[in-house]
């Protein structure tokens, strides 16, 4: 059977830290891929059921993030294109390798959270899940990087 879908080149993918872009935030946010208007009720509940404080990365631990991340690319062949690291989330734009993302982005993940606890990080740092957005051309996966590159300093 020949498929009609488009092949993927590339992934932007974006995680956050703990507590600090929760659902329903007045920025937006983004649920199952698709980005979603500010909804104060939704906010509330979020805030509400939150466990810990939230975690915001000092430049240090940015850094440590960044190394951690670059260095599991690198030992699991992972074509890094873009990496921008802030203070509440992270981007990476990402080739294509034929891995499921979702298992690429758990070990880029639980590399980073490995690297802070070594530096004496406690508790938790990463929201569950994380956004991808697919590049089914060159056009898009360069707009992608593009955009993790303009985007490098700090919030």
Known sequence: ??????????????????GTWLQGDERGYVKNGKKLPINPVLKKANVDSTK?????????????????I???????????LALAVFSNHVHIVLGYTG?????TVGRLKNAARVALQKDGF??????????????FNEK??????NYAQKHKEDI
């Open 1 to 18: 059977m020949i498929s009609n879908m488009p092949k993927i080149v590339g992934y932007m993918v974006t995680w956050t830290t703990y």
């Open 52 to 68: 810990r404080n939230k975690v915001r990365l000092k430049k240090k631990q940015r850094e440590i993030v960044k190394a951690a």
């Open 140 to 145: 898009s996966l360069k707009n992608r990087i």
């Open 99 to 103: 891995v499921a993302i979702e298992k």
């Open 122 to 135: 406690i508790g938790k740092v990463w929201t569950r899940g994380f956004d991808k957005r697919y590049c």
């Open 70 to 80: 670059m260095n599991e690319s690198k030992r699991n062949e992972v074509k890094m």
